[in-house]
Nanobody, 117 residues
Framework: QVQLVESGGGLVQFGGSLRLSCAAS????????MGWYRQAPGKQRELVAR???????NYADSVKGRFTISRDNAKNTVYLQMNSLKPEDTAVYYC???????????WGQGTRVTVSS
């Protein structure tokens, strides 16, 4: 069964850093664009960052310069390094895998990030 398992969330102070990890089943990792989304209370889920198989990235304007997405194809893992965190970054962060041809979308269970002011 295909799985995405996130880890690394938690409580951090304003200006702090966290690194999220998402471990994917080996069978899916190579055929998918990987991404991180987040959903704050009362808001819609939004794209945070995305990375292609080849390493091309794109980011939401709100996180550019602060967050970095990367992937380790040998470990079937995608990371989100989050620096200079702000209270508005507080949300549940979800790992996403989107098939490069069918656009089938898979989701992890989410990991909560809370930034205190």
């Amino acid at each position: 069964q295909v799985q995405l398992v996130e880890s690394g969330g938690g409580l951090v102070q304003f200006g702090g850093s966290l690194r999220l990890s998402c471990a994917a089943s080996a069978s899916i990792f190579s055929g998918y664009t990987m991404g991180w989304y987040r959903q704050a209370p009362g808001k819609q889920r939004e794209l945070v960052a995305r990375i292609s198989r080849g390493g091309s990235t794109n980011y939401a304007d709100s996180v550019k310069g602060r967050f970095t997405i990367s992937r380790d194809n040998a470990k079937n893992t995608v990371y989100l390094q989050m620096n200079s965190l702000k209270p508005e970054d507080t949300a549940v962060y979800y790992c996403n895998a989107q098939h490069i041809i069918t656009f089938q979308s898979l989701w992890g269970q989410g990991t909560r990030v809370t930034v205190s002011s």
